[in-house]
């Protein structure tokens, strides 16, 4: 089993829709836990980061659920350029104990 | 600021011939990363240095080597470059300092295809 894991899509959504990804984690001993984007071609960016109480950005919202080992992403109000690679990261202990899923892709279509 | 930079952003090797990747960052970061990227498996860290002379292995070190003479450059060394290292790889760095998070600033990667 993969210490994280997404659904690799793609996801093709009509603007102005809202989306969900989910992301499972197998180590229990997790700490931190992260939203990065990833454009086609490009370095990956941090979105967000996930915090226990849940938290938002705008029209993202993400949240974790510390008990099932899944964290996941909201987006409302999707928008062309919301179209990327969405990676699930998790860190594991220090600073270089993260693992990176493999990523959800979404389509946001006109 | 500049952020993280890499060179070359492509490059083509034949089997047994080596290289050197580098990596440079102008935000005075303490770690520093090198991942390789493949379709399916995500990004994978190679080797990762917490500051100037220290380096240390991550979860695929095999076939690599690594040195970080200064703070601010991160250099990734194939010996004998071998078709399963074709991949894109990703410098990465991010701040110990308290307050500053944990976000890793990536570079703009190097796509290596070895024949």
């Known amino acids: 089993r993969k210490e994280v894991e997404q659904d690799p899509g793609p996801f093709n959504v009509p603007e102005g829709a809202t989306v969900a990804f989910n992301c499972t984690y197998s180590n229990s001993a997790s700490q931190s836990f992260f939203w990065y984007r990833q454009d086609c071609r490009k370095e990956p960016k941090l979105l967000m980061s996930v915090y226990s109480s849940g938290n938002e950005d705008g029209r993202f919202t993400a949240q974790l659920n510390r008990a099932s080992q899944y964290i996941s992403l909201l987006i409302r109000d999707s928008k062309l350029s919301d179209s990327a690679t969405y990676l699930c990261?998790?860190?594991?202990?220090?600073?270089?104990?993260?693992?990176f899923g493999t990523g959800t892709k979404l389509q946001v279509i006109p | 600021n500049a952020g993280v930079t890499q060179t070359p952003k492509f490059r083509v090797l034949k089997t047994g011939q080596s290289m050197t990747l580098l990596c440079a960052q102008d935000?005075?970061?303490?770690?520093m990363y090198w991942y390789r990227q493949d379709p399916g498996m995500g990004l994978r860290l190679i080797h990762y240095?917490?500051?100037?002379?220290?380096?240390a292995k991550g979860e695929v070190p095999d076939g690599y080597n690594v040195s970080r003479l200064k703070k601010q450059n991160f250099l990734l060394g194939l010996e004998s470059a071998a078709p399963s290292q074709t991949s894109v790889y990703f410098c990465a760095s991010s701040s110990l300092k308290q307050g500053a998070g944990y976000e890793q600033y990536f570079g703009p990667g190097t796509r290596l295809t070895v024949t």
């Open positions: 240095s917490v500051g100037e002379g220290t380096t």
């Open positions: 990261v998790v860190k594991w202990g220090g600073y270089q104990k993260v693992t």
């Open positions: 935000m005075n970061h303490e770690y």
